[in-house]
C-alpha cells in the first residue's frame, strides 16, 4: 500500500500507516490458520470523506493472496441480497448466497438510512463471523451513529454491539481531504461537470442534450420515472423528477446498469429541499460514483452553496465527490 501511495505521490499520515500495518497483520494470521480471537474478524473504518478509507481498502483487497475474496459497494450487497430474498429463498440462504464462499469481504460506504436492509446485518454479521470470513468495512460514521433515525436505531442497537464485539473500530481523523488534492483521475465519474449558469454553446460542445416538448415516461422495474428526453447515450432527468419524486437506490442502480452517462438539470441549494429530498440526491451521487457513471450537473448555484445548511451528516460526502466534477461558469 505505500507502493500504492508513492505512485500517486500520496504520504500516508500516522494513522493511515497504523491502519495499513493492521491489516496486515490480519491477513498474516488469516494466511498463517491463526485461531480467531475477540476483536478479530476485521476491521471497521470509518472517518471523513477523503480521508483515504477506500483507497487503502481497496489496495490491500487488490493485494490480498486469496482466490475467494469480494469487495462490493454496500447499496449493490444489498440491492442483489433483497433480489434473492424475493425470490423465494430465506434470508440465510440469500446472505450464503450473495458472500459466495469469500474468505474476505470488502465493504464500501457502510451506511444505513433503511430499516430493510438494517434488519438483515445482525443476521448478516453472524453468519460472516460465524464461518470466519474476514469483514474489512468502511464508512463516514462510527457504528454507534448508524441508522440514526430515533424510530429505529434501537432495533439496531444488536447489530452495533456485534460488530464492537467482533470487529476492531478504527477513526481516520485526519484534516486533510485527498479528493481535492487531485493527485489521482477518479474515473468516467469525474470527467463530466458541474455547469453553473452554462451557456447554450457551453452545452453544445460538451453535447448535453436538449429537453424535449414534454417528459417521457422511462419504465425502471415497476416504476415509471420522467426523463427530459428521449434515454439514449445520456439519461437526462431534472432533479424535480429524479429526487422529490418517491425513487429508491434500487431505481439508480438498476438505471447505471443500462445508462453510464447521467445529466440532472437545476439542482438548486439543497437546504431549500426536504431531508427526504436530500437524501436521494445523495444517494444518486453515492451510487454514480461507486458505479463510475460520467454525470454532469446544471445548477445556478455557487458549488459550496449547493450544500450548505444541510444537517444531514452524509451530504460532507456528497461535497467531497461533487468537487471532483470539472467546473463549467457561464454568464449570471
Not at 180 to 193: I, M, N, V
Not at 263 to 276: G, K, M, T
Not at 295 to 302: A, K, M, S, V
Request: charged letters at 20%; hydrophobic letters at 45%.
Amino acid at each position: 500500500m505505500q507502493h500504492e501511495a508513492h505512485e500517486k505521490g500520496l504520504t500516508l499520515d500516522a494513522q493511515q500507516q497504523a491502519l495499513t500495518a493492521r491489516l496486515d497483520a490480519l491477513m498474516a494470521r488469516m494466511l498463517a490458520g491463526a485461531p480467531r480471537q475477540a476483536q478479530g474478524d476485521g476491521l471497521y473504518v470509518w472517518g471523513l470523506p477523503g480521508r483515504g478509507k477506500t483507497f487503502i481498502v481497496d489496495a490491500f483487497f487488490h493485494w490480498a493472496p486469496l482466490e475467494k475474496k469480494k469487495r462490493v459497494h454496500f447499496h449493490h450487497f444489498f440491492r442483489q441480497l433483497h433480489q434473492i430474498i424475493a425470490a423465494g429463498n430465506s434470508v440465510d440462504e440469500a446472505i450464503a448466497a450473495s458472500i459466495d464462499g469469500c474468505r474476505l469481504l470488502c465493504f464500501d460506504e457502510f451506511h444505513l438510512h433503511d430499516i430493510g436492509d438494517a434488519m438483515l446485518i445482525k443476521p448478516l454479521l453472524t453468519q460472516l463471523f460465524r464461518d470466519g470470513v474476514l469483514l474489512v468495512a468502511t464508512s463516514n460514521h462510527p457504528p454507534e451513529n448508524l441508522l440514526a433515525n430515533p424510530l429505529y436505531h434501537q432495533r439496531f442497537a444488536p447489530s452495533i454491539a456485534l460488530m464492537r464485539q467482533h470487529l476492531t473500530i478504527i477513526g481516520l481523523s485526519g484534516e486533510k481531504d485527498y479528493r481535492t488534492l487531485r493527485h489521482e483521475q477518479h474515473g468516467p465519474f469525474s470527467t463530466g461537470g458541474l455547469l453553473l449558469n452554462a451557456t447554450p454553446a457551453q452545452r453544445r460542445a460538451l453535447a448535453l442534450p436538449e429537453a424535449a416538448a414534454a417528459p417521457l415516461p422511462l419504465q425502471v422495474g415497476y416504476r415509471t420515472l420522467e426523463t427530459l428526453s428521449p434515454a439514449g447515450e445520456m439519461l437526462h432527468f431534472s432533479f424535480r423528477a429524479l429526487c422529490e419524486a418517491p425513487t429508491a437506490v434500487m431505481d439508480y442502480l438498476a438505471l447505471c446498469d443500462r445508462y453510464s452517462s447521467w445529466l440532472i438539470e437545476d439542482l438548486p441549494p439543497l437546504a431549500r429541499v426536504s431531508p427526504a429530498v436530500q437524501q436521494r440526491f445523495i444517494n444518486v451521487i453515492d451510487v454514480l460514483y461507486d458505479r463510475q457513471c460520467r454525470l454532469f450537473l446544471t445548477t445556478d448555484c455557487p458549488l459550496e452553496s449547493l450544500t450548505q445548511g444541510v444537517e444531514l451528516d452524509d451530504i460532507q460526502r456528497t461535497a467531497s465527490r461533487l468537487t471532483l466534477l470539472p467546473l463549467y461558469q457561464g454568464q449570471a
